[in-house]
């Protein structure tokens, strides 16, 4: 086993390399049914946001997938109608009565909102200062947005949570983070479930360590130090992607996993959003 399971943030905090995205997620039972599974598989960690209207279905999940709430790391995010001082401190507590938790583990300005991110950053200091959220980061912020906060901030954001998979590699973010200490999150990692799952290359590289083309990709993932939060509702898939810890890639098909980039997007780009 590679005990590399856990980034440690930059605030001292322990975050799971590996979490469940609920994206898209709307219906509660099918929801509680992931969240068991993917407990029962392993993850420790679970990805929402308000926007995704199904945190109150992930609180219940949470109280009884038979793991403590100790043990587990829960993520949101403020979204963008929300931004603003007063605003987001409001959109964390109705966030917080819908999960029924009383601290969260990281919270995330969901998108760069222009003039309004920086207050919205503000709200989080301030969360963060008085105890309600262990570790607070971004989402889809690119290198000039983060140099834009951190001429104001005085927290650095804990994470970036960004679209990154092998046809997004996201390179130069992904230094300038690290230099700065700010771990990158991977969102839709098999990009929507898309092109790279039939990959002629990851098919091979995957059946090379008896794996699939999805899991090479998720392995790539800890290797590049990413944390990464693939979505499933289907058992048997939610438990493939887990089993991501035994076995290693080589630096060649690391490199040339690395050479499918065309920083080419899926979601939106974080500089022209219309939402
Ligand atoms: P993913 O890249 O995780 O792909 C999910 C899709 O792939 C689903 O259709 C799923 O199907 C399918 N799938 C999952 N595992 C496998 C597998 N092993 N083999 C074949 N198919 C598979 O996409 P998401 O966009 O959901 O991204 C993951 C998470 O990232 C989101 O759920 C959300 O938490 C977060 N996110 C954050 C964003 C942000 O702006 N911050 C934006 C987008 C996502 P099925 O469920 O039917 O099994």
Known sequence: MISNTFTILNNGVEMPRLGLGVWKVT?????IDAVHAAVKAGYRSIDTAAIYGNEAAVGEAIR???VGRGELFVTSKVWNSEQGYDSTLRAFETSM???GLEVLDL???HWPVKGKYKDTWRALEKLYADGRVRAIGVSNFHVHHLEDLLQDAKVVPAVDQV???PRLTQQPLREYAQAKGIQIEAWSPLMQGGELLDHPLLAKIGAAHGKSAAQAILRWDIQHGLVTIPKSVTPSRIEANAAIFDFELTPEEMASIDALNENRRVGADPDNFNF
Do not use: F, P
Not at 27 to 31: G, M, P, S, Y
């Open 64 to 66: 009884t997938c038979g």
């Open 27 to 31: 219906d509660d039972k099918v929801l």
């Open 163 to 165: 679209e990154l998979h």
């Open 107 to 109: 919270y995330l300005i």
């Open 97 to 99: 009565d819908k999960l």
